[in-house]
């Protein structure tokens, strides 16, 4: 009978082993590498016979901790090695929201999640396209309200910031925007002296984090992203994942002429968030 395989803390060079085989794109590898350096309680990998065949990322913010990464190589799942490496990976995490973004492809992903009660509750569309010409853009931005742009400081702005967080994303991330802040452009909105909102733009061409106080704000804070992007970035091609229940953004993209690339799920054991006023940022960092 063969052994079980063997759950360890990995190395530097089993989390570069994996982010090489999980992510063509240098951007997907470095955020892997990243998110796996400061993981809370350490990254947790399963090998057999010394080779690595499964790992676990968790990622902690204030009051959730969501899973970047849960993968087995096909040929060991449906032994509960996922569920191994993940009690491991989150002895510290206490009584949190657990949550995670699930391609609906992976069935095997979909029932550990669904086994262990944590729901799917929402599908979140990779958006993508060319930046739409300055005359759709000012198509969108010519909305009833006006607002005042400034850089987003994430220690200045930081009780502001996690005040709307926690409405609308449904905990607070202080860390993670010092990270978005560090690799990415953030600004925040203002409208009579109120934090109207916050976006991220990155010089890959993707949008998110993107928050909203209101749904009436969304499509022109979209404007402004992508305007931002194509300016200061010098992209010409735009990428987002917006939640399904976001219709004033999914509707503004596909009249701009973007397109759904693929879906996913995003799965919670906590109350149903509404994420109508949310763009997210990467699958591994929703």
């Given at each position: 009978m063969a052994e079980a395989p063997l759950i360890v803390q990995a190395t530097a060079d089993d989390v570069a082993y994996f982010a090489r085989r999980r992510w063509?794109?240098?951007?997907?590898?470095?955020?892997?590498?990243?998110?796996?350096?400061?993981?809370?309680?350490?990254?947790?990998?399963?090998?057999?016979?010394?080779?690595?065949?499964?790992?676990?990322?968790?990622?902690?913010l204030e009051d959730e901790w969501f899973l970047s990464e849960i993968?087995?190589?096909?040929?060991f799942q449906k032994r509960g090695v996922g569920w191994q490496m993940l009690t491991e990976a989150a002895k510290e995490a206490g009584d949190?929201?657990?949550?995670?973004?699930?391609e609906v492809d992976e069935l095997g992903g979909i029932a550990f999640f669904l086994r262990r009660g944590v729901s799917l509750q929402t599908p979140i569309a990779e958006v993508s396209g060319a930046i739409p010409h300055e005359n759709e853009l000012g198509r969108m931005a010519a909305g009833e309200y006006r607002f005042i742009t400034e850089s987003l400081e994430p220690v200045g702005h930081r009780a502001a910031l996690g005040q709307l967080d926690r409405e609308v994303r449904g905990t607070a991330r202080p860390l993670d925007h010092l990270y978005f802040s560090e690799h990415g452009r953030g600004f925040i909105f203002r409208r009579d002296e109120e934090l109207a909102g916050y976006a991220y733009v990155w010089p890959s061409g993707r949008?998110?984090?993107?928050?909203?106080?209101s749904q009436t704000y969304l499509v022109q804070f979209l404007a402004f992203s992508l305007a931002t992007l194509r300016q200061t970035c010098g992209a010409s091609w735009c990428t987002a994942l917006v939640p399904g229940t976001n219709i004033r953004i999914m509707r503004a993209a596909m009249r701009?002429?973007?397109?759904?690339?693929g879906v996913r799920l995003f799965a919670s054991d906590g109350g149903t968030l509404d994420l109508s006023?949310?763009?997210g940022f990467h699958s591994l960092l929703f």
């Open positions: 063509r794109d240098e951007h997907g590898r470095k955020l892997y590498v990243d998110l796996a350096h400061v993981a809370p309680n350490g990254v947790f990998v399963a090998k057999d016979e010394g080779t690595p065949i499964g790992i676990a990322i968790p990622h902690a993968y087995v190589e096909p040929s949190v929201t657990r949550s995670g973004l699930l949008i998110g984090p993107l928050v909203a106080a701009a002429g973007l397109n759904i690339d006023r949310y763009v």
